[in-house]
């Protein structure tokens, strides 16, 4: 059992694409540490890709259908956030990510709002869609973390220790 957590865990499912993915490390050590399971997609799948509401970019693309895949295994919490700036350690101007990539939680909420699990996740609240800051560093983004948290039933003390040992590794 990771981290000392039990098989009977809620879930939380994030979804492999864009810079989620580069950053999966730092999601999955803070969600882990404070007490949720991981459930990551497995595979981009054709229906996903077919929810598309636009022509998109492919990794736009593949991330519909990485989040088809992901929605099938009913996690109980969807991490969908908006990225907004990534970390540079030089240079003196700060780093926009790419609107695609801003935009992946809302129109991925569009292509699969009809989608039964979606709907469910979103009638009680659990689709968490933070906009995080790397821009600054990384420890710029712990109030966006610690919000977070805090809508998942953890308390503030915790949620910071999770977000702090997270973003060491």
Same mark, same amino acid.
């Given at each position: 059992?990771?981290?000392? #957590?039990?098989?009977?865990?809620?879930?939380?499912?994030?979804?492999?694409?864009?810079?989620?993915?580069?950053?999966?490390?730092?999601?999955?050590?803070?969600?882990?540490?404070?007490?949720?399971?991981?459930?990551?997609?497995?595979?981009?799948?054709?229906?996903?890709?077919?929810?598309?509401? +636009?022509?998109?970019?492919?990794?736009?693309?593949?991330?519909?259908?990485?989040?088809?895949?992901?929605?099938?295994?009913?996690?109980?919490?969807?991490?969908?956030?908006?990225?907004?700036?990534?970390? /540079?350690?030089?240079?003196?101007?700060?780093?926009?990510?790419?609107?695609?990539?801003?935009?992946?939680?809302?129109?991925?909420?569009? +292509?699969?709002?009809?989608?039964?699990?979606?709907?469910?996740?979103?009638?009680?609240?659990?689709? #968490? #869609?933070?906009?995080?800051?790397?821009?600054?560093?990384?420890?710029?983004?712990?109030?966006?973390? /610690?919000?977070?948290?805090?809508?998942?039933?953890?308390?503030?003390?915790?949620?910071?220790?999770?977000?702090?040992?997270?973003?060491?590794?």
């Amino acid at each position: 059992e990771e981290l000392g #957590m039990k098989a009977d865990s809620k879930t939380i499912g994030i979804n492999k694409s864009f810079l989620v993915n580069t950053y999966y490390p730092l999601y999955y050590h803070f969600f882990s540490r404070i007490g949720l399971r991981v459930l990551v997609s497995e595979l981009s799948e054709q229906e996903g890709i077919d929810r598309q509401r +636009a022509p998109f970019c492919y990794p736009a693309e593949i991330s519909h259908g990485f989040s088809f895949n992901l929605l099938k295994k009913k996690p109980d919490y969807l991490f969908l956030p908006q990225l907004k700036g990534v970390y /540079v350690e030089s240079g003196d101007k700060k780093s926009i990510t790419c609107p695609l990539s801003q935009g992946e939680p809302y129109y991925l909420s569009s +292509a699969f709002k009809d989608l039964e699990t979606f709907r469910n996740l979103k009638a009680v609240g659990r689709i #968490m #869609m933070p906009v995080i800051d790397f821009s600054e560093g990384y420890e710029s983004a712990e109030n966006a973390f /610690v919000s977070m948290a805090k809508k998942l039933g953890c308390r503030k003390k915790v949620a910071r220790g999770a977000f702090f040992e997270a973003i060491k590794i």
